[in-house]
C-alpha cells in the first residue's frame, strides 16, 4: 500500500508542481481534520481531487495507446511479411 502511495504522490507532484513535501503535510493536515479516519492515500486522492487533477485523463491516454497497439502491430507485420517476400 505505501508503494501505491508513493505512486499517486509522485503523480500529483508532477502535475501539480508541488514538491512531495508540502503534499505530505496536506495529507497530514486532512488526515487530522478528519480525525484520521481516512487513509493517507485516500487523503492523497482528496488533495488531488481539490488541485483539479484527475487520474481519468491517464487511464484514457493508456487505453488510446493500447488500442492504437493492436490496432497498427498487425499492419505492421503484414509489412514486414511483404518486404520479406519480396526479397
Known amino acids: 500500500m505505501e508503494e501505491n502511495y508513493e505512486k499517486i504522490l509522485e503523480r500529483i507532484s ?4 508541488l514538491d512531495k513535501e508540502e503534499l ?7 488526515r487530522s481534520k478528519l480525525s484520521g479516519l481516512i487513509s493517507r492515500e485516500g487523503a492523497l486522492q482528496v488533495i488531488a ?3 483539479g487533477i484527475s487520474f481519468d485523463d491517464e487511464k484514457l491516454m493508456l487505453l488510446l495507446r493500447l488500442l ?3 490496432l497498427l502491430e498487425p499492419l505492421k507485420q503484414k509489412q514486414e ?3 520479406k517476400l519480396q526479397i
Open 14 to 17: 508532477r502535475a501539480s508542481d
Open 24 to 30: 505530505n503535510r496536506r495529507v497530514e493536515a486532512k
Open 49 to 51: 481531487a481539490e488541485l
Open 68 to 70: 492504437i497497439y493492436f
Open 81 to 83: 511479411m511483404k518486404e
